[in-house]
């Protein structure tokens, strides 16, 4: 069944047939929840309206939404930013995708708890929408594009946890682990690609001391099986999982706002080429014990 809460406000929803009264006072409070978590009014209404098509088009928020045109890209933007949707491209076309509203909005109810005891329930109301809306078809080739460290970081162990047989990256500043917590997040994926038979192969590109932290984190999980080896310079930051799929930053990975942009590239030539340029770097870079040794950072351990 669909909730048509796209245009809430109650004029051009009975205009358009499209609620009775209580359903018009369900989105209603639904909007009023989701600017207590922190989105504007628009925001709300253009994100309820991508929750209930699932994947859309500028265009189609705008039909939904009832928000003006020129402000469409500027609010999506701003979801996007926060880690609640992402923008794919598929050729000229370019849609926007809801994520689980149960992964996106938890860290904001951590944070308001006290203040939204009473709104709890709205996270299941809206993944009841996410799992009753309609199925997004998966195309065979796409770019995904991924802005915001908290967006990045969710889809990155999304993508490891999904990994079977490898994980291949080019490690290098700026990460998107910005938390400890985050940090051991993305740790615990990779451990799981090893525990179901998998290989993860990294090869970092290091500076001390900033990044004595990292080499810490290298040695814990190469105890654990992964393959760690370092690079005088590498040309980009990426990963690939299982040679299906390539994430890797923009040329100039901080926007405006100051937030990493990766691209998630799905299509078999790309991918291969960069698994070429993977396997160039693994075999003229020297193994971790190798630049420790270089380094003279036995202390580390």
């Known amino acids: 069944m669909h909730y048509p809460l796209g245009v809430i406000t109650s004029e051009v929803l009975v205009t358009k047939g499209f609620m009775s009264g209580s359903s018009q006072n369900n989105g209603s409070r639904l909007i009023k929840c989701l600017i207590d978590v922190g989105m504007s009014e628009r925001e709300a ?9 699932r994947s859309a088009t500028a265009t189609d928020l705008q039909k939904i939404s009832g928000v003006p045109q020129s402000k469409i890209y500027e609010i999506v933007g701003g979801l996007i930013r926060q880690g609640y949707c992402t923008e794919r491209k598929a050729g000229r076309k370019r849609t926007f995708e809801i994520i689980n509203p149960k992964v996106t909005l938890n ?16 996270k299941d109301e809206l993944f009841d929408l996410y799992s009753t809306s309609n199925k997004v078809a998966e195309p065979l080739e796409y770019i995904e594009v991924l802005r915001g460290n908290e967006n990045i970081h969710y889809r990155y162990c999304q993508l490891v946890h999904n990994a079977q047989t490898e994980l291949l990256g080019f490690g290098r500043r700026p990460y998107a682990c910005d938390t400890e917590e985050k940090s051991s997040q993305q740790d615990r994926e990779s451990e799981g690609v090893i525990d179901r038979g998998g290989i993860v192969r990294w090869v970092f590109e290091l500076e001390l001391p900033d990044d004595a932290w990292v080499v810490k984190d290298m040695k814990k999980l190469q105890e654990k099986g992964e393959q760690f080896k370092v690079a005088e310079k590498l040309p980009l930051k990426m990963m690939i999982f299982d040679r299906e799929l390539l994430l890797m930053a923009e040329e100039e990975p901080f926007g405006p706002s100051g937030e990493l942009t990766m691209s998630l590239i799905k299509q078999s030539t790309i991918v291969n ?12 870079s020297i193994e971790l014990k190798t630049w420790e040794k270089i380094q003279n950072i036995g202390h580390l351990r």
């Open 107 to 122: 860290s904001s109810f951590q944070s308001l708890q006290q203040r939204l005891e009473s709104s709890f329930s709205l």
């Open 273 to 284: 080429a960069f698994y070429a340029l993977f396997e160039f770097f693994w075999q003229h």
């Open 45 to 53: 209404k253009v994100y309820l309206a991508l929750l209930n098509k």
